[in-house]
């Protein structure tokens, strides 16, 4: 690598990385925050373990219906101004959790229905979010660092429920003041800092390389050179259309992997906190057990990311990834000790982290350009109905039997078969190395 090369990746990922964490960690955070929440509001609001687990789980289909959509006006109107509209939308409807019973008493939706809105309104909110931030790092960063950038990015996942969940069982100690509950002012106090950021997100993004004017004329020169050799490198092995990559069999295969790992990702992480609270801790001890997997998650994810950039075994590593995390959420099951418990949890949080990162470099070594956008999009959306479906598995065999094992052990299959899938779609490696080298 030279001094050029090094100077230029240096300087992006200095202005756009820690930002951009931030911003996910935000958004994860008012994603998942309702699994808190509902240690308390579950009860003020009389919703059983099912009513629950589908209105978490229903935010992914609204996302995944109006997730294309929004990543083509993403990649039409630019990632700052269409990023900060998101924020601005994602956090005044995660700011009105806090009124379901005041909500609900005015439009008399009931408090399960008004739960069920709000949670499909903040879906077609953050519709496009995640995947925009993927397609617009593409547009960045070469395929030789991919992994170890997403990995980076996508530390703020474990990263907002390591910090998250400590701070959110802090907030649930505040109830009375204001006439609120806990799990109200759990709501208000974590959708701010969305439309704070919505506001720097506008001044701060730019939207492609060539309008870098924080780059040197020589730096901009090097990375557009350097991504275009690589996009004119994919188009020639696959060109597609953006018709053609929503309806591609690799890309639906790859929806398909994203299924089974995202089923971990929500499927267990929406209940978490109610699992350990049932150890008999309280709701702030809770709130710092919880975070112990994702701590663990957060290093294991940046490291993996790194070691796959070093040796580019993108399928390898995936499947490894995914048979840890079927281990981990399978092992839950066989003890009622909280520690072996959490042991297990924590093994096979390490899994689901750790394929993320690297799961993101299969589709982005194929697309390119607006078929790139279309793709994602399509991947994340398919992949985040497991968001639906694991949560709402969960609630359900909850409800029917009285333990969590049966959905665990069912998330632990969807993980086995991203395995399967993967390893069965190859990876073409020649993709991603360094044009005419």
């Given amino acids: 690598m030279d001094a050029l090369e090094q100077r ?4 992006v990922s200095a202005r756009l990385i820690p930002f951009l964490i931030i911003c996910y960690f935000v958004a994860y955070l008012d994603r998942v925050n309702v699994g ?6 579950n009860k003020d609001l009389g919703l059983t373990a099912t009513m629950f687990g589908f209105g978490s789980g229903i935010f992914f289909v609204a996302y995944f219906l109006f997730e294309v959509p929004s990543n083509l006006f993403l990649d039409r109107f630019g990632a700052r101004k269409w990023i900060a509209r998101i924020m601005v939308t994602w956090g005044l409807i995660s700011g009105l959790m806090a009124f379901i019973p005041q909500i609900a008493q005015a439009t008399g939706l009931g408090h399960e229905y008004t739960f069920y809105l709000l949670r499909v309104l903040l879906g077609v909110a953050e519709a496009g979010f995640f995947p925009g931030v993927i397609f617009y790092l593409t547009l960045w960063f070469p395929s030789a660092y991919r992994a170890r950038i997403v990995g980076q990015f996508m530390a703020a996942i474990p990263l907002s429920s390591a910090i998250g969940s400590p701070v959110s069982g802090q907030i ?15 709501f208000i106090l974590e959708a701010a800092p969305a439309l704070v950021l919505a506001v720097v997100t506008y001044f701060h993004l730019t939207d492609r390389p060539g309008n870098a004017t924080w780059l040197s004329a020589e730096e901009r020169t090097w990375l557009d050179r350097r991504l275009a050799a690589e996009r004119a490198q994919r188009e020639a092995v696959h060109d597609l259309s953006v018709w053609q990559a929503m309806t591609h069999a690799r890309v639906w295969g790859l929806a398909l992997v994203y299924f089974g790992a995202v089923a971990g990702l929500y499927g267990v992480g929406f209940w978490l906190p109610q699992i350990v609270k049932a150890f008999g801790l309280s709701n702030a001890m809770t709130g710092w057990v919880v975070a112990i997997p994702y701590v663990v998650g957060a290093v294991v994810m940046v490291a993996y990311g790194r070691l796959s950039d070093r040796t580019r075994q993108r399928q390898n590593h995936a499947a490894l990834a995914l048979l840890v995390a079927a281990i981990g959420v399978a092992a839950s099951t066989l003890t009622h000790d909280p520690v ?3 042991l297990a949890f924590t093994v096979g949080s390490c899994g689901v982290f750790a394929v993320l990162p690297v799961f993101w470099t299969l589709p982005t070594a194929v697309l390119s350009g607006t078929s790139a956008a279309a793709g994602i999009a399509v991947i994340n959306s398919v992949g985040n109905l497991a968001g639906f479906a694991g949560p709402y598995a969960m609630g359900f065999v909850k409800d029917l039997t009285g333990s969590f094992s049966g959905g ?4 632990a299959g969807l993980a086995i078969m991203g395995l399967v899938i993967v390893l069965a779609l190859g990876h073409d490696r020649d993709l991603e190395r360094v044009p005419g080298k």
């Fill in 8 to 11: 230029t990746i240096r300087k």
């Fill in 36 to 41: 808190f929440a509902a240690i308390t509001m």
């Fill in 172 to 186: 649930l100690g505040m109830h009375g003041i204001g006439g609120l509950a806990g799990w109200q002012w759990l």
């Fill in 340 to 342: 072996l418990t959490m």
């Fill in 408 to 411: 665990l052990l069912l998330i």
